[in-house]
């Protein structure tokens, strides 16, 4: 890389981190200026300005922070106060973002719950809370109600669109309760003595690999999430930008509403992401930026020929997950001027920003900025799943290449806060001491990286993804990125399985395939893709994959489910016979059970 090139993108990095920075810098800990002053600034800035764009209806500034007054009055005409949280669970729309932002203003916390769990999921995240006020919507009350027995307390739900006919004792409706309040702002003094280290929200894991955790979103990281993206992206007032990702999320519920609501810009929400109307959307919307996760912009790629998929208006779209082999297709196919790729975690304090759009990177770390930016890389151990230590018990860390987890240092100021989860317990396994020096303390992201000669990040997989076979390390994220395109393959999700009498764990697919599926041209392609040891062992056949309301794969039901033929629906074929894989026989799988067949 020529030296102007080299000077093009530091300078591109240092302008993008110096937007960034000047956003967050006012955020302090001990301050008691909230999340709810910095939305209230921006109304008094952009008052006349469309807000946000549902489905049904747009609203201004002066609008939105009308109907976010009316729900913090509520709350304290329900004698909610800051030791409560309110849970969510509602579908995208502009009262969404009235409540949780209403609530903040009288002190109370609240709850981003997935709408798409039930029963005793659910639960699970309405106890581990403490939530006994329950805010929904007609979309969303009837899983409620199905949870209501496994809740551990006494449940009021309210209802937006609840019929008369519906209302019982602990299940009210909210229109009315709502549009009666005041929409005058609940007085300042309602917050005193709440400073940035007060909860604002919790937002849960996606539950990929279990029930979901409570992440603990005080108000400085709910600042810093939005202010940090509202410099970042360079959004000015004129920018409408387009989030079809769930707001239970951060990356849709604050990375993709800062841009619009801290800069005076439009935000366009939509229920649910469709890949048919994505572009149909776009045009009609007038949009200029999108927030995506790398899943939706898979789809995108996926989906044949739309018309109107290059006549948009947009010129940046931002996010996280765009894997390196889609990256490409879906900056050209769609005619996106420019991506900003991401990295960071709802609870954590690391982050990442690839501010030069270079692809496949998640983020750019300078040899000249290391001391100032809050990441390093540990060696890792795949087979204990902990950092290699050194004779005088300190962690290595990772060489240039080299794979090793991410970890961000434990600090008292908002780049290196860890505010943790709801469960203690969680928390303190998330945290690993005595790192570089004695006494110091490191969050643990469970995320494999590597990073290049010019200081770029990749990621590599999930700690507990990536597993041993062969005396070989296997990346089953790199596994699906080379079988995605594999003859007839539509969805690829990889994973390792033990296997009775062998080391490691053997590498297993389940496949989404188009037509008939053919195990010798799948073998093929995998040989000329895969090195032997990364080769599945095992193929599953599936009519489709479930997901998580992100768009993520649940594996630990996979992992669980194993390569029983018996246990699982859909065929299993296993490595060997003449055309490469053969269908795995109750009698072949007892022999590899009992041994006498080795893999």
Request: proline fraction near 4%; charge should be neutral; hydrophobic fraction near 40%.
């Amino acid at each position: 890389m020529g030296l102007a090139t080299n000077i093009r993108r530091d300078l591109t990095f240092v302008a993008g981190l110096r937007r960034l920075l000047k956003r967050i810098k006012p955020i302090s800990l001990d301050s008691d200026v909230l999340i709810c002053d910095d939305f209230e600034e921006a109304v008094d800035r952009f008052g006349d300005n469309v807000a946000v764009e549902d489905e049904h209806r747009s609203l201004t500034y002066r609008d939105l922070d009308a109907m976010a007054n009316r729900y913090g009055h509520w709350a304290r005409s329900r004698n909610l106060r800051r030791s409560d949280v309110v849970g969510l669970v509602m579908s995208n729309r502009a009262e969404y973002l009235a409540a949780w932002l209403g609530f903040s203003k009288v002190g109370v916390a609240t709850a981003l719950i997935n709408t798409n769990l039930t029963g005793q999921a659910l639960a699970h995240c309405l106890n581990i809370a403490g939530i006994s006020n329950v805010v929904a919507d007609e979309d969303t009350w009837g899983r409620c109600e199905e949870a209501r027995p496994f809740v551990t307390r006494t449940m009021m739900l309210w209802v937006l669109g609840l019929k008369d006919a519906d209302e019982i004792s602990e299940r009210r409706g909210l229109d009315n309760a709502v549009r009666s309040g005041s929409s005058v702002r609940p007085a300042r003094n309602l917050r005193d003595g709440i400073t940035n280290r007060d909860t604002a929200l919790f937002i849960y894991t996606s539950g990929t690999t279990g029930l979901p955790k409570a992440a603990r979103i005080h108000h400085a990281r709910a600042r810093t999430y939005m202010r940090a993206f509202a410099g970042a992206t360079a959004s000015t007032p004129q920018d409408r930008v387009l989030n079809v990702l769930p707001l239970y999320h951060s990356t849709g519920g604050l990375v993709g509403v800062g841009p619009a609501l801290l800069n005076g810009g439009r935000l366009i929400l939509r229920r649910r992401f469709s890949a048919s109307s994505f572009w149909r959307d776009a045009n009609a919307t007038g949009a200029t930026l999108f927030v995506y996760i790398g899943e939706l912009c898979r789809y995108l790629v996926n989906c044949p020929e739309q018309e109107g998929e290059r006549d948009h208006k947009i010129r940046l779209a931002f996010g996280n997950g765009l894997r390196p082999d889609v990256w490409p297709e879906f900056q050209s196919r769609f005619g996106i001027p420019d991506i900003l790729e991401f990295y960071g975690s709802t609870e954590g304090n690391v982050s990442l920003f690839n501010f030069d759009g270079k692809p496949g990177a998640i983020g750019r770390v300078p040899k000249f900025l290391k001391k100032q930016l809050n990441i390093r890389l540990l060696a890792f151990d795949i087979e204990t799943e902990q950092p290699v230590r050194l004779a005088n018990g300190l962690a290595r860390e990772a060489g240039v290449g080299e794979i090793g987890e991410a970890i961000g240092m434990i600090g008292d100021d908002i780049r290196h806060d860890f505010s943790g989860y709801a469960d203690k317990a969680a928390s303190e396994k998330k945290i690993l001491t005595d790192v570089f020096k004695r006494g110091d303390r490191w969050f643990r992201t469970g995320d494999l990286m590597r990073q290049d000669s010019e200081g770029y990040f990749y990621f590599i997989d999930r700690i507990g993804d990536t597993f041993r076979w062969k005396g070989e390390n296997v990346s089953t994220a790199e596994v699906e990125q080379r079988l995605v395109d594999a003859p007839g393959v539509k969805e690829v999700i990889a994973y390792g399985v033990p296997v009775p009498g062998a080391e490691g764990k053997a590498g297993m697919v389940t496949l989404v395939t188009e037509g008939r599926f053919s195990a010798k041209a799948f073998a093929v392609y995998a040989d000329e893709q895969l090195p032997p040891y990364a080769r599945p062992v095992f193929i599953r056949l599936a009519k489709e994959l479930e997901t998580t309301g992100t768009f993520k794969y649940r594996k630990i039901d996979l992992v669980a489910e194993g390569f029983d033929p018996a246990a699982v629906d859909g065929a299993i074929y296993v490595r060997g016979g003449k055309t490469g894989y053969a269908k795995l026989t109750p009698d072949a799988f007892a022999a590899i059970q009992n041994g006498q067949t080795r893999l």
